[in-house]
């Protein structure tokens, strides 16, 4: 019997989507034991949910630090419950709390995490094989993983959840640990922006540094309320301070996956295309033929935003009214 | 009390090259010589950081800290010329086209170790080669430190550490006690330039070397969690299509129109 144990997480209340696909992904290794974490305050619901999405056990953390979010908590917690159902894999996500956890919680077991996964089999041998982006997108590198235990971390939005069954039964326990908080939150400060989120919108208009400065971003604002979508960016927009660093898509910014994003003045830099790849219809507007945008592009003009997106925007108010 | 710090930092490949100009061969990734390598920007981003609180604090001592197989002197070189006190190469074959990072992050505690006395340690929060963002956690588990990542900013306040960590949406304030470890992302800001006297300066300083017999590490192979069985270059197969008009304008308008056919809009 093969066991896996997924790190899961909460998102606004809910189950978070990280949970359901890592319990996928121990499924598509065939473990035949799933065992899930999951912290927050009253969280029996997402519990049974889990269950439902394919989980046999799960461990809960409804009150302290870890369920208000504290990593080193989780880490401590996580680590118990490895020591004590001894997993063949464990699994979790390269979110915000699974870039903290993950890594840490394999050196603690003596082993290291292999991060950012796409896509995972078994090979003849039944070893864990993984694919995961290398190089900021440039190279794929194929990975067997043979550590003692497994520890991954998956890509978010690299692999589909199962449908809920609710038909599924299994344990719902509330674990015991030893609280060891050494950097603690203090003050947590949000700067959401209005309207839909980046990452929910199903359309996104995304500028970078071809857009000159700040004011361009207006017209980009303009264009997504259009088409009800959100506005995204490139790091080098962020970073000249043209828009806050939450717009930033990408690598090390938020993974989108619309049904259209629109890059205007944006190189396609491979680190970029991490995080908008899986739009299902990516258009480029760019001044220069030979940008990598355009060989990642469903549809392309090449021109100068300024001329383009005035004349795009006017024609789509008469589509759309 | 002086306050002693150690920025991790690696040369990598520079993320810029173009993806055409990446090459794989015999299962390594390589660029042609034209290409110079860089440090790892973030890892520029974390001496920047160590800078920021010598300059608020002044009794303060950057050492750099790398490891790999092979440098470029004028490249590895450059921390110095920004304003670091001192350098460390852990330099060894031993080091070369490693996928697994644990022999390297046994090598950079043990020199943290062998050094002694440092109070914090900095790096960048993953490295734009492998993007693995393993090190730094590693070091501290290691260490047994506590971890604060992705900063944007860092105060020192006596033993106390105060860090601005970037969140998706917006930021929050973390409080630890030295030592510690700490990473840092590009919202920090752009590291500084070289002037010409930290260029002058940094020419004088000649890089500690050790190998890794001086590191007294204990490691074996069959520690290896990750073996290599390919890289591969992503396969991109879509087939663009570039809208034409008279002009920009109507390229723009025929762009609204396409999009509409296709029901996108
Ligand atoms: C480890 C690492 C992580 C990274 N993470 C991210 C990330 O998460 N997200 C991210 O975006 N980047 C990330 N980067 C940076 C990335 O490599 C690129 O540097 C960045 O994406 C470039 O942004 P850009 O396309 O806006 O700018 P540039 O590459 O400078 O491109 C600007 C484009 O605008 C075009 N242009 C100029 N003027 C006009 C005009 N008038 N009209 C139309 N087009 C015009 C130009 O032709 C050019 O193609 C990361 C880098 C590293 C090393």
């Known amino acids: 019997m093969t066991k896996a144990l997924v790190i899961g997480e909460m998102l606004n209340g809910e189950l978070g989507a990280a949970t359901f696909e890592g319990i996928a992904a121990a499924r598509i290794l065939d473990c035949s034991n799933v065992a899930v974490m999951i912290a927050g305050a009253s969280i029996e619901l997402a519990a049974e949910q889990a269950i439902f999405a394919g989980a046999d056990q799960v461990f809960t953390i409804s009150q302290g630090p870890a369920a208000d979010g504290e990593f080193d908590d989780l880490i401590n917690a996580s680590y118990k419950i490895a020591k004590e159902i001894e997993p063949e894999i464990i699994i979790g996500s390269k979110t915000i709390i699974g870039r903290d956890v993950m890594p840490r919680l394999a050196f603690r077991l003596g082993t290291i995490l292999v991060p950012d996964c796409m896509s995972l089999e078994r090979d003849a041998e039944q070893r864990i094989i993984v694919t995961r982006p290398t190089y900021g997108g440039n190279v794929n590198a194929r990975i067997a993983c043979v550590g003692q235990p497994v520890v991954i971390s998956l890509r978010p939005k690299s692999i589909d959840a199962m449908g809920l069954d609710q038909s599924r039964s299994g344990a719902i326990n509330e674990i015991e640990f030893t609280s060891n908080i050494r950097t603690r939150i203090i003050e947590k400060i949000e700067e959401k922006s209005e309207g839909i989120s980046l990452q929910d919108a199903k359309t996104v208009v995304a500028g970078g540094r071809g857009l000159g400065g700040p004011e361009a971003f207006d017209s980009l604002q303009e264009l997504a309320g259009i088409l009800g979508g959100a506005v995204g960016a490139s790091r080098a927009a962020c970073d000249a301070g043209w828009v806050p660093s939450s717009f930033q898509v990408g690598l090390t910014g938020k993974t989108v996956s619309p049904d259209l994003y629109i890059a205007i003045g944006i190189s396609g830099a491979s680190q970029h295309m991490a995080g908008c790849s899986n739009a299902k219809t990516l258009v480029a507007i760019n001044k220069d033929e030979g940008a990598n945008i355009f060989k990642e592009a469903r549809f392309g003009v090449k021109g100068d935003w300024e001329k383009v997106i005035p004349a795009f925007i006017e024609q789509l108010h008469e589509l759309i009214n | ?265």
């Open chain 2, 1 to 265: 009390m002086t306050l002693h710090i150690v920025v991790t930092a690696k040369q990598v490949v520079d993320p810029e090259t173009p993806t055409s100009a990446f090459l794989i061969e015999n299962n390594k990734v390589t660029t042609s010589t034209s290409f110079a390598p860089v440090i790892n920007g973030y890892d520029e981003q974390a001496v920047e950081a160590a800078l920021r609180i010598k300059e608020a604090l002044g009794d303060v001592v950057i050492t750099v800290l790398s490891c790999g197989s092979s440098f470029a002197l004028d490249v590895i070189k450059k921390p110095l010329a920004m304003g670091a006190d001192n350098l460390i190469l852990l330099q060894d074959n031993a080091f070369d086209n490693l996928i697994d990072p644990t022999l390297v992050i046994r090598a950079l505690t043990s020199a943290i170790q062998k050094i002694g006395d440092v109070d914090l340690v900095i790096s960048g929060r993953q490295a734009s080669d492998w993007d693995n963002a393993l090190v730094p956690m590693g070091i501290a588990e290691l260490l047994d430190w506590p971890v604060a990542t992705i900063a944007r900013k860092i105060d020192v306040i006596g033993n106390t550490v105060k860090v601005e960590r970037v969140l998706p949406d917006g930021y929050e304030i973390v409080e630890t006690t030295l030592p510690a470890v700490i990473t840092v992302s590009n919202e920090l800001g752009s590291p500084r330039y070289p002037n010409m006297r930290g260029i002058m300066g940094a020419r004088k300083i000649q890089p500690t070397i050790w190998e890794i017999n001086d590191l007294g590490i204990e490691y074996q192979s069959t520690e290896i969690a990750m073996e290599l069985i390919s890289l591969e270059k992503p396969i991109k197969s879509i087939e663009t299509e570039l809208i034409q008009g008279e002009d920009e304008a109507d390229a723009g308008r025929k762009l609204a129109l396409r999009l509409r056919e296709e029901r996108i809009i």
